[in-house]
Each structure stands twice: as C-alpha cells, then as structure tokens.
C-alpha cells in the first residue's frame, strides 16, 4: 500500500505540476497564457525526462552557473567586526 507513495504524481503521461499552467491557460483564454502553458509542459517535461524535480532542477542550474567549487571561509576565519 505505501510502496508506491514516493512516486512522482502524473496526470496521464504528464508531470501534475505541468497541470497548473494549463489550467491557468484554459480558465483566462488568450495567446500569451496559452503559450505560457505549453512553455511550463515542455520545461517539466523536459526535466522530468532527465528525472530531477523543479528544487533539484533548480539547484543543478546553479551549480552550473556558479561552479562546483564555493568561496567560503570556515566560521571561526570569519572577521566579523569589519
């Protein structure tokens, strides 16, 4: 019964978070809203296929622009008071 609960939800073949922009686009119908729709099924779509979900997908597109290695100093090389 719970083996099944971490998969991701779809609806059909498409990701549920796809759902939200279509349903944007069907309620105020107009060209811009429809082609927001079909932009927010191709981009969770496409990171669907690659398997991360929107926080992962996130995070790998800022790895990417900032790079793997981070500039900090430990807490205790801090100057604090300037």
């Given amino acids: ?9 779809r609806v059909f073949i498409l990701d ?5 922009p279509i ?4 309620t105020h119908w107009s060209l ?3 082609l927001i729709g079909i932009f927010g ?5 496409t990171i669907s296929f ?3 979900t929107l926080p ?4 790998s597109i800022r790895r990417f622009l900032i790079g793997p290695v981070r500039t900090a100093l430990p807490t ?5 008071f300037s």
């Fill in 1 to 9: 019964m719970w083996r099944a609960t971490a998969y991701p939800v």
């Fill in 32 to 34: 811009t809203t429809l």
């Fill in 56 to 59: 992962a997908a996130i995070r």
């Fill in 41 to 45: 099924v191709v981009f969770f779509g």
């Fill in 16 to 20: 549920a978070r796809s759902c939200f």
């Fill in 50 to 52: 690659f398997g991360l």
């Fill in 23 to 26: 349903l944007i686009s069907v």
């Fill in 76 to 80: 205790w090389q801090r100057r604090r």
